[in-house]
Structure formats: C-alpha cells, structure tokens
C-alpha cells in the first residue's frame, strides 16, 4: 500500500509540474526548468551520501571501535539481502540514526552516540533495520525525484514573475504573483506526504528485516521520550536534511500534519504493535 501511494503522490506531483508549466511557461519555460532542477538533482543525488555525512561530522568506524553495532548492521543487511553499507557514528547526545547513498551499493547508516547510549541491542536492531529498508527500498532515489519535480515548480513559478508570465498568460501580476506562492507550496506538501510514506513502509519493511515489530516500537517510545528535550545543533542548521532522520531532529511533530516530514510517533508505534498483534 506505501508503495501505491507513493507511486500516486509522485504521480500527482508530475501533474502539479506539467499543469503549472503549461499556464506559466509554455513547453518551453517547462522543459528549462525540468532540466536546470534536473541538473542540480542529480548532483545532489550523486553526492549527497558523502555531502551530509561530511555535514554532520560523522566518523566511520569499524569492528574494532564499534563491534556490537557493526554486528547487528552486517546481520540487518544479510536479512535484508543487501550488502553490507558503511557505518558511521555521528557525536551528539540526541538519539537518531539515517541511511544515505544512491543505492545498496554505495549505502551508509549513520547513528548517534545518543541513539548508542539508549538502545538496547533489540532496540538497535530495529532501529537499524528501518535504515537498511530506506536503502533497500531506495527512497533516496525517490526523494530525488520528488525533490527535481519541485525544484523544477520553484523554477516555473519564478519564472511567473521575473520573465512576465503574467502578461503572456492572461493571468495577470495577481495571478502570476498568487502561482509564484502557491504552487511551491502545493509541492512541498506532495513532498512532505511522500517522505512520511516512506517513513511508515520503512517501518513495516524494517520490522521485517528485523524480525520482532515490538523492537522497533520500543526504540521509537524511546525516541518519542527524547523528542524536543536533546537538541541537535547541526540539524537545526541544516533543517532541510531533517526528512533523513529515523524521528525529526527538530523535535515538536508529534501529530501528522501537512507540514511535517515525518509522521507522528505515536501512529508509527501503534502501527508496528498491530503488526505485532497479527503475527502473534
């Protein structure tokens, strides 16, 4: 079902993209957009792991320094039929982990000396099973995607006002003025609801990977407990990485919205204890 949904979000998106391209630019101001948000996607695409791995001064480590994390990290991706991604430990005392690299192959899990210091090994294991799942399902290349379509409506909703869209469009200073400010919006809310699907089917395939739903429930009561109270300084300068992360590293998001990046807590852990239920 996360899959459809998504698939329909996306879909919607490319909608929103070709609708807006048509009443401001043409095919013309369209395809320039696509291509410019395109071109800067996929930089970012190619080079994200080892851009917000370097942002948040994550080191990697191995057996040696860290052996029991590095254990259940190569036992997750044996379960999950991937290899086995590089591990890294970021040095705050909020508790968080997230998974970069543009696919199985060039994966990365990063996890916190918070996250370290909190988890059971269970806990570990789930929460570590969630991230090898963003890798497997490759919602990194799914977020770039998202990411291009909304760059590329950014781009066509500037050009409604800076190359006089309004006056070859019939729509007017208003008109252009209203899309330059709504259409942006309207595709960072496609944005936001794609990355909490992401977050609920990373849960469900993540509690598969590691084999007890009630692990991953347990660590995200934790986190749920730590929400808001542990800042994390790094997050808070680089806000628009906080979808990467297994909870918002902002904290607050304690109910779904339009706005956020993930979903509550609280619905994610009612979740994976109903599945707990139905395998019982």
Known sequence: MGY????????????LFLAVGYLIGGRTGMVIAFL??????????????????KMYKARQVTEADQPELVEVVRFMAHNAGIPMPKVYVVDTDQPNAFATGRNPEHGAIAVTTGLLKLMTREELAGV???????IRNRDTLTMTITATIAGAIGMLANFALFFG???????GIVGSLAIMILAPM???????????????????SGAEVCGRPLWLASAL???????????????QR???TAHIFIS??????GTDNLFATHPSLENRIARLKAMAAEKA
């Open 36 to 53: 410019v948000a395109a071109g800067m996607n996929l930089f970012a695409y190619w080079n994200s792991d080892t851009m917000v791995l």
């Open 165 to 171: 869209g309004g006056r070859r469009n019939g729509l």
């Open 248 to 253: 918002n590293p902002l904290g607050g998001g």
């Open 238 to 240: 680089n806000p628009a």
């Open 221 to 235: 009561e934790k986190l749920e407990q730590a929400s808001g109270r542990v800042p994390n300084p790094l997050a």
């Open 128 to 134: 570590i099973g969630h991230e090898m799942s963003h």
């Open 186 to 204: 309207a595709a960072m809310l496609v944005q936001m609801a794609i990355s909490r699907t992401r977050e609920y089917a990373a849960d469900e």
């Open 4 to 15: 459809v949904r998504t698939a329909l979000l996306m879909a919607a998106m490319t909608g």
